[in-house]
């Protein structure tokens, strides 16, 4: 990695476009500044005149935003090995000529993106604007971290680059994104919902369990699809405004590809890597929150005692620990789990501390976690098996990491559920549930039924 000390990034380009010349390959430029307060939600609104694919990110409980618009550099991999996307990355971070005074988490070359649930299926139209996996370093980024704001600017330059241009453009789309006073859009309302296919999805839970039972497996992840058809299309920044505001301690994020959005507001933390510390948690086991304070302790106190969902929840707390102690030192994981109440529902909660071994990275903490029996099952081969046959849905994206990773050890991926694909003015929402043995279809769906709640009411807009 080059560090360059020269202030204007006109150098920095005009320096790049000889490096290009000289090499015969494009060349990845990056500059970071501390910019004014700007609103991570009213910066991806404006970004929408400059039509380029954009990501968004917030860890509500960090107060933690990157939003990335357009694509200086783009990782995408069809095949299924998280391996080649670090080859990339270190490869790119080589090459690169970097100017980031600040060091900030989420600053300067950040990749952002997300893979699929089971790249080995084939693709519905449904997710045919989404690769298998596919990570972009945005054009233009704006970090918020420590209320303080970051502003990077990363072009891909090649050798026939015209320096004026690209620093005209420059200008003028961090005119755009950065000054702008313009209202947010309006939310458009739910005109029609159709839930797919809810009887057969009913019976393959009864399959599942009595598969279970019989010792095919011990756990099965069963998801569905709600299809919600809006009265206008859907502008996904009022989307996130009203996910932020309603869904604290979740990870709020969407990323668009072609006009398509993957968008969402995940309770739940895959990994999160700061240096060589690793942060992840388990969390499966659910119930609703009570209408008085009374209830909703008693319900809480029910589930944290409940057997059924206590084993859903320890099938995640094995798996991770194990796969936990494979690369890291230092794996620590309580004894028993804790309630953690969120809007819509609580879960069963138990967090993991670790500390990654010299020669790893997140990528292979995420080809070693993805997909955890929260979202998959167990063993994992057989539960994928019985969802590829079974499910009656094109996961996509959905259950999959979603996150980003930085040139300095710094990453964060979240499990992408309480999530939907906006596609115009329809809406592909998801959930699922974990299937054990003494499961009932019934209390299954139900359980679906509140985990679509976070992003139906942010398309109500309304509680
Ligand atoms: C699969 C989903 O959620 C997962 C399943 C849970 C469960 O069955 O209790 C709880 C949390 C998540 O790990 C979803 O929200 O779609
Ligand atoms: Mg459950």
Not at 147 to 157: E, K, M, P, W
Not at 225 to 245: G, H, K, P
Not at 267 to 287: H, I, W
């Amino acid at each position: 990695m080059i560090e360059v000390k020269l202030k204007s990034f006109e150098s920095l380009l005009s320096k790049a476009i000889t490096k290009a010349k000289t090499t015969e390959y494009n060349q990845l430029v990056s500059m970071t500044e501390e910019i004014h307060e700007v609103d991570p939600v009213r910066f991806f609104a404006s970004a929408k005149t400059l039509s380029m694919d954009r990501v968004f990110w917030t860890s509500t409980s960090e107060q933690f935003s990157i939003v990335g618009v357009g694509c200086a550099w783009n990782i995408e991999l069809e095949e299924n090995r998280t391996e080649t996307i670090e080859n990339h990355w270190q490869q790119l971070l080589d090459e690169a000529i970097i100017d980031n005074p600040y060091q900030v988490p989420g600053t300067g070359v950040v990749g952002l993106g997300g893979m699929s649930f089971d790249p080995s299926v084939r693709k519905s139209s449904l997710w045919n604007k989404f690769s298998h996996r596919s990570f972009q370093v945005p054009n233009v980024l704006l970090t918020k971290h420590n209320a303080r704001n970051y502003l990077t600017i990363n072009l891909q330059v090649k050798a026939n680059d015209d320096l004026q241009e690209l620093t005209e453009w420059v200008e003028q789309s961090k005119d755009i994104l950065v000054n702008s006073s313009e209202r947010l859009p309006e939310c458009a309302g739910i005109a029609r919902q159709q839930e797919i296919a809810p009887d057969k999805w009913k019976q393959t839970v009864k399959l599942a369990a009595d598969k279970i039972k019989a010792h095919a497996a011990q756990k099965i992840v069963l998801a569905r699809e709600l299809r919600v058809t809006m009265t206008d299309d859907v502008q996904v920044a009022s989307i996130l405004r009203n996910l932020l505001e309603k869904q604290p301690d979740s990870y709020v994020f969407a990323v668009e590809r072609a006009g398509d959005c993957f968008v969402g507001a995940s309770p739940e933390r895959l990994v999160k890597q700061d240096n060589n510390q690793l942060f992840s948690v388990c969390l499966a086991g659910t119930a609703p929150r009570g209408k008085t304070e009374a209830e909703d302790r008693e319900i809480g106190e029910n589930l944290l005692h409940d057997d059924k969902n206590r084993s859903e929840h320890d099938f995640v707390v094995k798996m991770i620990r194990q796969s936990m102690e494979a690369y890291c030192d230092a794996v620590h994981v309580p004894e028993t789990p804790v309630i953690h109440p969120f809007r819509n529902l609580q879960h069963l909660y138990t967090p993991v501390t670790a500390q990654l071994k010299r020669g790893y990275s997140i990528f292979d903490i995420i080809e070693k976690l993805h997909p955890t029996p929260a979202l998959g099952g167990v063993p994992r081969e057989a539960s994928k098996d019985f969802i590829r046959k079974h499910e009656q849905l094109d996961r996509g994206w959905y259950g999959a990491p979603v996150g980003w990773f930085d040139s300095n050890r710094n990453g964060e991926f979240a499990v992408a559920i309480r999530s939907g694909l906006v596609q115009g003015d329809k809406v592909s929402l998801f959930a699922g549930c974990g299937v054990v043995k003494d499961s009932d279809p019934e209390a299954e769906y139900k359980e679906t039924m509140i985990k679509f709640r976070p992003m139906l009411s942010a398309l109500e807009g309304r509680q």
